[in-house]
């Protein structure tokens, strides 16, 4: 089992990502960060799930705010406390003492060359901890990130949320070094599950995946209003996929810049999927080495089916 920290802001869809993880991964913990919501309830957010699952898995607090611009948060999508539709219950316990930045280094530096880092909210905690401890990048394994997009975005035309909430703490991540896996909106949007899968949950034996379900259905409800979809994407879990069943999201590997510049395109991750092999064709720009692993495609169904599985197994 591979051996992954979440590092997430939640959030409907992180909640299937910590559960998925939490069964088919070694969790080894959970870090919080703002993004759909403030940090105070993306934490409480991230207990309350492991509350409700039974997980005794480490939550520390990170980032309040990303590194230079102001705060954004998506309460269009998930509600005011970030994870509306459903009652939760009241947190277990308290995040652990240690700070998300000093925890993620904690553990990169326990598991040395095994530890898998999955971002999938704003990248702040991931930055700092980058920035004050370089030799973090040769302790992960890999980052699995998700954010971005090889096409739309979902906050501007150009921008996904993720990096759009810090997209200098994305740039800091990308220019890493370390192994990078991106599965962006491009994928997600289209990965997701559809209002019958919602019920097959509901009808489950588990009291979770009943809570889950009503969650599912406030999600659902508003990428209905807000964007016209029919399905209520599971961004998130995308991320952790390429680490539990390999076969069911494609990549190739792609030069992945962050756009921080650009008035209509700022936060926008700039792809490099032309395939230029030659060199030194003049006015063509040279690609630049490809710095991660970018998803092109997801056999959505089949890996929605086994998201399903697994959430039912919860009591
Ligand atoms: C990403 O933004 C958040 O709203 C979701 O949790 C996901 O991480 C999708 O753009
Ligand atoms: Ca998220």
Same mark, same amino acid.
């Given at each position: 089992? %591979?051996?992954?920290?979440?590092? +997430?802001?939640?959030?409907?869809?992180?909640?299937?990502?910590? =559960?998925?993880?939490?069964?088919? +991964?070694?969790? $080894?913990?959970?870090? %919080?960060?703002?993004?759909?919501?403030?940090?105070?309830?993306?934490?409480?957010?991230?207990?309350?799930?492991?509350?409700?699952?039974?997980?005794?898995?480490?939550? &520390?607090?990170?980032?309040?705010?990303?590194?230079?611009?102001?705060?954004?948060?998506? &309460?269009?999508?998930?509600?005011?406390?970030? !994870?509306?539709?459903?009652?939760?219950? $009241?947190?277990?316990?308290?995040?652990?003492?240690?700070?998300?930045?000093?925890?993620?280094?904690?553990?990169?530096?326990?598991?040395?060359?095994?530890? $898998?880092?999955?971002?999938?909210?704003?990248?702040?905690?991931?930055?700092?901890? !980058?920035?004050?401890?370089?030799? =973090?990048?040769?302790? !992960?394994?890999?980052?699995?990130?998700?954010?971005?997009? %090889?096409?739309?975005?979902?906050?501007?035309?150009?921008?996904?949320?993720?990096?759009?909430?810090?997209?200098?703490?994305?740039?800091?991540?990308?220019?890493?070094? $370390?192994?990078?896996?991106?599965?962006?909106?491009?994928?997600?949007?289209?990965?997701?599950?559809?209002?019958?899968?919602?019920?097959?949950?509901?009808?489950?034996?588990?009291?979770?995946?009943?809570?889950? &379900?009503?969650?599912?259905?406030?999600?659902?409800?508003?990428?209905?209003?807000?964007?016209?979809?029919?399905?209520?994407?599971?961004?998130?879990? +995308?991320?952790?996929?390429?680490?539990?069943?390999?076969?069911?999201?494609?990549?190739?590997?792609?030069?992945?810049?962050?756009?921080?510049?650009?008035?209509?395109?700022?936060?926008?991750?700039? +792809?490099?999927?032309?395939?230029?092999?030659?060199?030194?064709?003049?006015?063509?720009?040279? &690609?630049?080495?490809?710095?991660?692993?970018?998803?092109?495609?997801?056999?959505?169904?089949?890996?929605?089916?086994?998201?399903?599985?697994?959430?039912?197994?919860?009591?």
């Amino acid at each position: 089992m %591979t051996k992954i920290l979440i590092d +997430c802001d939640p959030g409907h869809d992180d909640a299937i990502a910590i =559960l998925v993880a939490a069964k088919r +991964c070694d969790l $080894v913990g959970i870090t %919080t960060v703002h993004g759909n919501s403030s940090l105070e309830n993306t934490t409480r957010n991230a207990l309350a799930i492991c509350t409700l699952a039974g997980l005794r898995v480490p939550v &520390a607090r990170g980032c309040a705010g990303p590194l230079v611009a102001g705060v954004t948060h998506a &309460a269009d999508i998930h509600g005011k406390s970030g !994870l509306d539709g459903a009652t939760l219950p $009241v947190p277990d316990r308290a995040p652990v003492d240690a700070h998300a930045v000093d925890f993620i280094l904690e553990q990169a530096e326990r598991h040395k060359g095994e530890l $898998v880092l999955a971002v999938i909210g704003p990248q702040t905690n991931v930055a700092t901890a !980058l920035r004050r401890e370089p030799k =973090l990048a040769t302790w !992960l394994k890999a980052i699995t990130i998700m954010g971005g997009s %090889t096409t739309i975005g979902n906050i501007t035309p150009a921008a996904e949320f993720n990096i759009y909430a810090d997209p200098e703490a994305a740039a800091v991540v990308y220019a890493s070094g $370390v192994p990078i896996w991106m599965v962006g909106y491009n994928v997600t949007r289209e990965t997701g599950f559809r209002q019958d899968e919602i019920e097959r949950l509901r009808q489950g034996r588990g009291r979770t995946a009943a809570v889950i &379900a009503d969650l599912m259905q406030f999600y659902l409800d508003g990428q209905r209003r807000v964007f016209g979809l029919d399905i209520a994407p599971m961004h998130d879990v +995308c991320a952790i996929f390429p680490f539990v069943q390999p076969d069911l999201i494609s990549h190739v590997e792609a030069a992945v810049e962050i756009e921080l510049a650009g008035r209509h395109t700022r936060g926008m991750t700039v +792809c490099d999927l032309r395939n230029k092999r030659a060199t030194g064709t003049g006015v063509i720009r040279d &690609a630049r080495a490809p710095n991660a692993r970018v998803a092109v495609k997801a056999d959505a169904r089949r890996l929605i089916a086994s998201v399903i599985d697994t959430v039912l197994t919860y009591p």
